[in-house]
């Protein structure tokens, strides 16, 4: 008996715990993953790939339309664009074939975005775009719970019905798409 209550005062301290330490972390992800996100969502946020490189290197017309696109995004200069890699998450559909991970400032933030060369030109896919509105939705979200902006709070049920319907936009992969996405190692983010 005493080890029961032991165990569960032991379960109840760590459930606090746990928490407590997700209440601090406000960001995005955090919040994405314990609200509304479908499981199969969470492992699809773009990061900063390095394999499998692209044979051909970058060109200068290939770093404007890089940097237009991320001038569009953040204005601000580009501090960082890593190197090409080929294949994509088969969100970006048939016609992306290569990758790159660039870096933009926009005032005091520093914000990295995956972009996708689809039918030759450098652009945000559909899987980043998402994730940028998913981003934006619970920005809007935390902004309008500040004591400053309760007249235009917006109410949870309001903002789980937005996030359901953003969650409805998701990028879908058709199944043949999926196993050739797999079998070309675009999914690699070491």
């Given at each position: 008996m005493?080890?029961?209550?032991?165990?569960?005062?032991?379960?109840?301290?760590?459930?606090?715990?746990?928490?407590?330490?997700?209440?601090?972390?406000k960001?995005?992800?955090?919040l994405?993953?314990?609200?509304?996100?479908?499981?199969?969502?969470?492992?699809t946020r773009?990061?900063r790939r390095?394999?499998?490189?692209?044979?051909?290197?970058?060109?200068?017309f290939?770093?404007?339309q890089?940097?237009a696109?991320?001038?569009?995004?953040?204005?601000g200069?580009?501090?960082?664009?890593?190197?090409?890699t080929?294949?994509?998450?088969?969100?970006?559909?048939?016609?992306?074939?290569d990758?790159?991970?660039?870096v933009?400032t926009s005032?005091?933030n520093s914000r990295?975005?995956?972009l996708?060369?689809?039918?030759?030109?450098?652009?945000?896919?559909p899987l980043?775009?998402?994730?940028?509105d998913?981003?934006r939705?619970?920005?809007?979200?935390?902004?309008?719970?500040t004591?400053?902006?309760?007249?235009?709070?917006?109410?949870?049920?309001e903002?789980?019905?937005r996030?359901?319907?953003h969650n409805?936009?998701?990028p879908?992969c058709?199944?043949?798409m999926?196993?050739?996405?797999?079998?070309?190692?675009?999914?690699?983010?070491?």
């Open positions: 005493r080890q029961v209550l032991v165990l569960v005062i032991g379960a109840a301290l760590a459930l606090a715990a746990l928490s407590t330490s997700v209440a601090r972390d960001t995005p992800r955090a994405d993953t314990l609200l509304f996100l479908p499981s199969p969502y969470r492992d773009p990061v390095d394999v499998p490189l692209r044979e051909q290197n970058i060109s200068d290939e770093v404007e890089i940097e696109a991320m001038i569009a995004l953040y204005p200069s580009i501090v960082y664009i890593s190197a090409i080929t294949g994509c998450p088969c969100e970006d559909g048939p016609n992306c074939t990758l790159v991970w660039s933009a005032g005091d990295g975005i995956a996708s060369n689809i039918d030759g030109k450098w652009q945000v896919g980043q775009q998402w994730w940028l998913n981003d939705l619970w920005a809007a979200f935390r902004s309008s719970r004591r400053e902006n309760r007249p235009g709070m917006i109410s949870f049920n903002h789980r019905e996030i359901m319907q409805g936009r998701f879908v058709s199944e043949t999926r196993r050739e996405d797999i079998r070309l190692g675009a999914r690699h983010t070491d």
